[in-house]
């Protein structure tokens, strides 16, 4: 039986009983599981995407993209029909048909494109060639691609980005649904007779992706071509990129800010509706952020303590009272002082708490907020900053822990 017909199989055995599940290994103890939020997806719209496109190209720093190989002409040809859109731009290697079951498998893999590379090749014709970018953005798409279906989980830098990236925009669902039908899409390549074969089986894949999922695809894989340094630094630039880190942290339990600089060492979606996530042990987990959460990050034994104080509202003491003046940023970003994400569990944990500590975290706070605007926007800085605080509380040494359990040796 081919492997995608016994996916889908499985899909259909287990799919209506599925009950959405992250189990997310922190390196402290045994892993965490719990019920993510449900979310939509975010959505990329085209001048956005061409937008983004345009500034990545501008970015990338690669000479081979630029210069026309007459050896490997990645050349336009098709006027096929996805959905109703026409395709532009074809792989073609050589101009015989027989090829190995990868360059097959990145020809249909290029067609399942056909929908949005009108957009990418507007944007970027005047500078670089856009079938050279084409063969980049496929190849990169492929390269992670196989390694979200391979049976073990993905614990390559790239391809854990692409992954986290993915499922932080489009969801563990979606996400599980274009692992199963890039399955079949690598069966009926490697089976075909002909271009028409190749075609049809990418534009059925593109059926899979959406234009949504497509353009969130392309600029995922665009980030990546330029290397670690460069996902850290571009992807916080992607489009939609404060409402899909929000989502990395109800649906996964990850910032992806940090997946983006390596801080997550695995993932799969083993099912349509399990994700397992690994975390580099200097991570902390961004778990439960949203409504009907309930994990808490930090130390796995200790008491909780709220990162932002609620309880000197009138106190005078340490310098407050406090609460008053950390409830404006919670209510800029529509959150609360005791949201999960304002937790945090510190074994040797001792209050009150003095004026330095309360102090620093505001100064932080609002050095984080300055310029954001909107709720979702304001939201994502403010849980970003609220982690990387609860990172340096659970960080043994740091001037914060030894603050809060008042032993100099924390």
């Not at 079949?184 to 899979?208: I, N, P, Q, T, Y």
Request: glycine share 10%; charged share 20%; net charge neutral.
């Amino acid at each position: 039986m081919k492997l995608w017909a016994m996916a889908v199989l499985l899909w259909l055995t287990a799919g209506c009983a599925t009950t959405r599940v992250v189990n997310l290994d922190t390196g402290r103890g045994r892993p965490i599981a719990y019920t993510p939020v449900e979310t939509k997806p975010v959505r990329i719209d085209e001048d956005a995407f061409r937008d983004a496109v345009t500034q990545l190209v501008l970015e990338l720093k690669l000479d081979v993209a630029i210069r026309e190989d007459g050896r490997r002409s990645l050349l336009a040809s098709a006027g096929g029909i996805v959905a109703g859109a026409q395709g532009r731009h074809v792989l073609r290697l050589s101009d015989d048909f027989p090829l190995d079951p990868m360059e097959r498998r990145s020809m249909a893999l290029s067609f399942a494109l056909d929908t949005v590379w009108e957009g990418v090749a507007d944007a970027v014709e005047d500078l670089m060639n856009p079938a050279a970018l084409r063969t980049l953005v496929t190849a990169m798409i492929g390269t992670a691609m196989v390694m979200l279906v391979a049976p073990e989980p993905v614990s390559k830098l790239v391809a854990v980005v692409l992954t986290a990236s993915l499922i932080a925009y489009l969801g563990t669902g979606p996400v599980w649904n274009m692992g199963q039908a890039f399955l079949r899409l690598m069966d009926e390549s490697r089976d075909a007779r002909d271009e028409a074969a190749l075609k049809e089986a990418g534009h059925r894949f593109g059926r899979v992706l959406g234009d949504n999922g497509a353009r969130v695809l392309v600029i995922v894989a665009m980030t990546a071509l330029g290397g670690r340094n460069a996902m850290a630094a571009q992807g916080p630039r992607m489009p939609g990129f404060p409402q899909a880190a929000l989502r990395a942290e109800v649906e996964g339990g990850f910032q992806l800010s940090r997946a983006l600089a390596g801080e997550v060492q695995s993932i799969s979606v083993s099912s349509a509706g399990v994700l397992n996530v690994t975390l580099a042990p200097t991570a902390v987990a961004a778990v439960a952020m949203g409504p009907g959460g309930g994990g808490i990050q930090g130390d796995p034994e200790g008491d909780v303590h709220h990162i932002c104080t609620d309880k000197n509202e009138v106190s005078e003491q340490s310098g407050g009272p406090w609460t008053p003046l950390f409830e404006p940023f919670f209510e800029q970003a529509g959150m609360s002082l005791n949201d999960s994400a304002n937790l945090v569990r510190i074994n040797g944990h001792r209050g009150p708490h003095p004026a330095e500590y309360h102090r620093e975290v505001r100064i932080r706070i609002n050095q984080a907020m300055l310029s954001c605007r909107g709720v979702a926007q304001c939201r994502a800085a403010l849980v970003d900053i609220l982690t990387a605080i609860a990172k340096d509380l659970t960080t043994a040494g740091t001037r914060l822990r030894k603050l809060v359990t008042r032993n100099p040796d924390a």
